[in-house]
C-alpha cells in the first residue's frame, strides 16, 4: 500500500501514565484509574478505554501542542461528548490535528518497508525479541518499549495490547 501523505506516529503506545494527564486535563474525557491487578506500572499501555477517548486523548494532543481547533480531526457530537454521535472533520487525513492511523498507515508502519508476515522477518523464533504475547508476558501487559523496535524505530507494534485504528470509527460514514 503506497501512503500518499506525509505520516507521523507514535514510537510507543500511550502509557496510563500520559493518558491520566489527559484525564485531568479534559475531564470530560473519562476512563478508569489503573486496575493493579491487570496494569501494573504507570508506563505499561492504557487499556481500558473507548474508541471515542482514544479520538479526545488525540484532541487533547492537538490542543496542548497549540494546533488550533479547525485543524483537529474529530468534533464532538451535539452534546459537546465524545460519544455516539461525534464524527471526523471534513478532509480529516489533510488536517494537522492528531488522529488514529487508518488500517493503511498503521500496517505502513508496522511492516516497516518489509514483504514478510512479520517486520523481522520470517518464523516465530525471533518473536520474544520484538513482541509480548501469551508465552513470554503472562496475561497482562507490559511496559512499552521494552524490546526491540521495527526498522521504522516503533515499538510494540505487534504483540502486548491491541490498537485503535481510525477505520473503527463507529457509526462514522467518512471513516
Not at 482514544?54 to 492537538?62: D, G, K, Q, R, V
Request: glycine residues 10%; hydrophobic residues 35%.
Amino acid at each position: 500500500v503506497r501512503i500518499g501523505r506525509r505520516l507521523a506516529v507514535a514510537t510507543k503506545e500511550i502509557t496510563w501514565e500520559q493518558f491520566e494527564q489527559c484525564r485531568k486535563g479534559w475531564p470530560h474525557v473519562g476512563g478508569r484509574p489503573r486496575n493493579e491487578g491487570y496494569t501494573r506500572t504507570d508506563d505499561s499501555p492504557k487499556i481500558e478505554v473507548s474508541w471515542y477517548q482514544a479520538a479526545a486523548y488525540c484532541n487533547w494532543l492537538s490542543e496542548k501542542e497549540g494546533i488550533p481547533k479547525e485543524q483537529w480531526c474529530y468534533a464532538p457530537n451535539a452534546g459537546g461528548q465524545y460519544a455516539a454521535g461525534m464524527s471526523t472533520r471534513e478532509n480529516f487525513l489533510q488536517l494537522t490535528g492528531y488522529r488514529l492511523p487508518t488500517l493503511a498507515e498503521w500496517e505502513f508502519a508496522c511492516r516497516a518497508g518489509t514483504e514478510t508476515a512479520r517486520y523481522y522477518g520470517r518464523g516465530e523464533a525471533l518473536l520474544p525479541r520484538y513482541a509480548w504475547f501469551r508465552d513470554n508476558a503472562g496475561s497482562y501487559p507490559l511496559p512499552v518499549g521494552l524490546l526491540k523496535p521495527n526498522s521504522l524505530g516503533l515499538f510494540d507494534m505487534l504483540g502486548n495490547v491491541l490498537e485503535f485504528i481510525h477505520d473503527a470509527i463507529p457509526n462514522n460514514p467518512r471513516a
